[in-house]
């Protein structure tokens, strides 16, 4: 069994809040986005004889971990609103 490192596709985005927060966090609901029209593509190839079924396995994994951790943002994200919002001021 061969065990390769996850290397991420690109540097994660300062964790400052702000303006660049709201972009970074834009570009991973993007990024899950064509990780989900990838991994379609890669289905409708396999179905048609034109690709093979380890290549739409991955995408499809790459695709679902992608929207996981976009879904995980968001999830965080409403929760400490949530927080602030309940807060007594």
Not at 22 to 31: E, H, K, P, S
Not at 59 to 82: F, K, S, Y
């Given at each position: 069994?061969?065990?390769?490192?996850?290397?991420?596709?690109?540097?994660?985005?300062?964790?400052?809040?702000?303006?660049?927060?709201?972009a970074?966090?834009?570009?991973?609901?993007?990024?899950?986005?064509?990780?989900l029209?990838?991994?379609?593509?890669?289905?409708?190839?396999?179905?048609h004889?034109?690709?093979?079924?380890?290549?739409?396995?991955?995408?499809?994994?790459?695709?679902?971990?992608?929207?996981?951790?976009?879904?995980?943002?968001?999830?965080?994200?409403?929760?400490?609103?949530?927080?602030?919002?309940g807060?007594?001021?």
């Amino acid at each position: 069994m061969r065990i390769e490192p996850i290397v991420p596709d690109r540097a994660a985005s300062p964790a400052a809040g702000g303006p660049a927060a709201g972009a970074g966090f834009a570009q991973l609901v993007d990024a899950a986005g064509q990780a989900l029209a990838t991994a379609d593509g890669a289905e409708s190839a396999f179905a048609h004889g034109r690709g093979g079924l380890q290549e739409m396995v991955v995408a499809r994994a790459r695709a679902d971990i992608t929207l996981a951790v976009a879904a995980t943002g968001a999830q965080r994200v409403a929760q400490a609103l949530n927080t602030l919002l309940g807060m007594q001021i």
